[in-house]
Every structure is written in C-alpha cells, then in structure tokens.
C-alpha cells in the first residue's frame, strides 16, 4: 500500500506561480509512472502531467510550456511546478502513482483569481 500526500496548492493572482509536491509513503523508484491530475468543479478529472521511469514527460496542450512535472526518486517526491497561471487552471489538483496497482492523493486546491 502506497499513501502519496501532496502539497502545496492555494490561492494566486493570475500569472503567478505555485510549486505542488506529492510525498510517497513508498519508493517511487518502482513506479511506472507519476502523474498530476486535476479536476475543475462540473468537469471530468483530466491529465495535467505525467513523468514515467525514465524521466520521460507528457502535458496536457493546455499546460505545455507553463507546467514542468518532476521526480525525485532519492526523496520519493513528485513535483508539479506551474508559472503563468491562469484562472482556467482552478481545480483541485491530484497525485497519482501507477505501480501496477494505482494510487491517488487526497487532492490539494489551486484557486487562480483574475
């Protein structure tokens, strides 16, 4: 059983920057893959970012050159450091680790005001 507790979100005026971290209970050596979700109240969950286990990344178009996701496997942390944000970007932000079985964080809120 992996727990992953992330942290970090909050309040930010648009164009601002915020700096989310998901901690592992577990190694995330053996991940398969790390990823960001986020979730906008009415909307599906939806993929932010992922990083797989060679440190090969992914980003949604709507975050790509604004959101950069990491890993460190030393500290067993996961990452997502997001610049320029808009308001569109507002959702409760998830943590999400496939180790063959899959595991979520308890979601932290990044509101972005306008």
């Known amino acids: 059983q992996v727990q992953l507790v992330e942290s970090g979100g909050g309040l930010v005026q648009a164009g601002g920057s915020l700096r989310l971290s998901c901690a592992a209970s577990?190694?995330?050596?053996?991940?398969?893959?790390l990823a960001w979700y986020r979730q906008a109240p009415g909307k599906q969950r939806e993929l932010v970012a992922s990083?797989?286990?060679?440190?090969?990344?992914n980003y949604a178009d709507s975050v790509k050159g604004r959101f950069t996701v990491s890993r460190d496997n030393a500290k067993n942390t996961v990452t997502l450091e997001m610049n320029s944000l808009k308001p569109e970007d507002t959702a409760v932000y998830y943590c999400?680790?496939?180790?063959?079985?899959?595991?979520w964080g308890q979601g932290t809120q990044v509101t972005v005001s306008s």
């Open positions: 999400f680790a496939d180790y063959g079985r899959r595991y």
């Open positions: 990083i797989g286990s060679g440190g090969r990344t």
């Open positions: 577990g190694s995330i050596f053996d991940a398969n893959i």
